[in-house]
């Protein structure tokens, strides 16, 4: 139990594009997802945290209009890369926090690698 | 705001007993997660500390002291599929924030 997936797992787009990625978990609800952002040979760093029907909230440093996510469901959150730039290029992953149990667990996607060139 | 360190690489032979230890600066958090990490994969959970002391899961166990600010994960019997990177992460209001992440090379 408690899957998350992600989709794609990889991506490579021109600068200037836009790319969505989704972050689902297949078999619990989720009250709170999370995205984060990983460079190579680094930590995770949060992005953003997303709440069912309600507005993400940003970490300092994030720029919303950037990179928007939405919430839809309980079991459904996406990140949009917006005008993506090499720069924006990274692994970017999500996790998924349960509405019933243990809060302070997260289960995570296997990613999504974006190249931007 | 949060802060975590950790060692940035640690090497240990197969079945030897390792520990990776984490330092942080907070206000105020709820627990102290882990996670492993493979090259190229996603974090996967490993143990989570919310009170101080030692939890045990099977061949890995979590040690939290509050009033050191400090923790560290205990791994017995190291294989050598334990090569991976291991983070330490705050759980406060609803969020987590990870260390800089310790490289562990198991060697033969």
């Known amino acids: 139990g408690a899957v998350v997936s992600q989709h794609p797992s990889w991506v490579i787009c021109k600068s200037g594009t836009s790319v969505k990625i989704e972050c689902r978990s297949l078999?619990?609800?989720?009250?709170?997802m999370f995205w984060y952002r990983q460079f190579p040979k680094q930590s995770l760093m949060l992005m953003a945290t997303s709440n069912e029907g309600s507005k993400a909230t940003y970490e300092q440093g994030v720029e919303k209009d950037k990179f928007l996510i939405n919430h839809a469901s309980l079991t459904l959150s996406t990140l949009t890369v917006t005008s993506a730039h090499p720069e924006d290029s990274s692994f970017y992953i999500c996790?998924?926090?349960?509405?019933?149990?243990?809060?302070?667990?997260?289960?995570f996607g296997p990613g999504t690698r974006l190249l931007v060139l | 705001g949060q802060s975590l360190e950790q060692p940035s690489e640690v090497t240990a032979v197969e079945g030897a007993i390792v520990q990776i230890n984490c330092t942080y600066q907070t206000s105020g958090f709820y627990g102290l997660s882990w996670y492993q990490q493979h090259d190229g994969g996603a974090p996967t959970f490993l143990s989570y500390n919310a009170l101080d002391g030692l939890e045990e899961t099977g061949r890995f166990s979590s040690f939290l002291s509050r009033s050191d600010s400090y923790g560290y994960l205990l791994l017995q019997e190291l294989q050598m599929k334990d090569s991976a990177s291991y983070f330490c992460a705050l759980y406060n209001f609803n969020k987590f924030y990870f260390g800089s992440g310790t490289k562990l090379n198991v060697k033969p």
């Open positions: 078999d619990f609800q989720a009250t709170t």
């Open positions: 996790s998924a926090s349960p509405a019933k149990g243990l809060q302070e667990t997260q289960y």
